[in-house]
């Protein structure tokens, strides 16, 4: 079976409360479980992972850089600022989406540049939920092909 990483980086704990008007008003736990069913119905298997620790972010991705279909990783904050992810995506060597819940192009300058995007295959940005989502189904799509 497909396995595929979903990272959530700092503050994401916190969606459902944190600035719903930006964020929307599902919890974390209620998205994860949408993103495992909807990896369970692509025949995938799909582990999330939070925190708000860029050495546990960083952790996690060595630990499933050559083992994993894929890795969806929302770096939040840490998108702008952390060098040290994107060392480490750099030594992922399975494909990589970057995802944002929100547009950051419609928000404050400084989070229209994102340091980790250049570890990434893409980037998912302003869909909400549906990024998720669509990051699934590309890394399953990927995997299936790489079969044949």
Do not use: W
Not at 40 to 48: I, Q
Not at 59 to 75: E, K, S, V, Y
Not at 95 to 118: C, G, I, Q, W
Not at 141 to 148: A, F, R, S
Request: proline residues 3%; charged residues 20%; glycine residues 8%.
């Amino acid at each position: 079976m497909k396995h595929i990483i979903v990272i959530h980086g700092p503050n994401l704990d916190l969606l459902g409360e944190r600035q719903p008007e930006i964020y929307g008003t599902q919890t974390l736990d209620e998205l994860n479980r949408e993103i495992i069913s909807y990896g369970k119905s692509l025949d995938c298997e799909v582990s999330c992972f939070q925190s708000n620790s860029e050495s546990e972010i960083i952790d996690r991705l060595h630990t499933f850089r050559n083992d994993a279909a894929g890795i969806i990783i929302n770096p939040a904050g840490f998108c702008h600022t952390s060098v040290a992810i994107l060392d480490a995506l750099l030594a992922v060597t399975v494909p990589v989406v970057e995802v944002h819940l929100s547009n950051l192009y419609k928000r404050e300058d400084f989070r229209r540049t994102s340091l980790t995007a250049r570890g990434a295959l893409g980037i998912i940005s302003g869909l909400g939920k549906y990024g998720y989502l669509l990051a699934v189904k590309y890394i399953s799509d990927l995997y299936q092909e790489k079969q044949k």
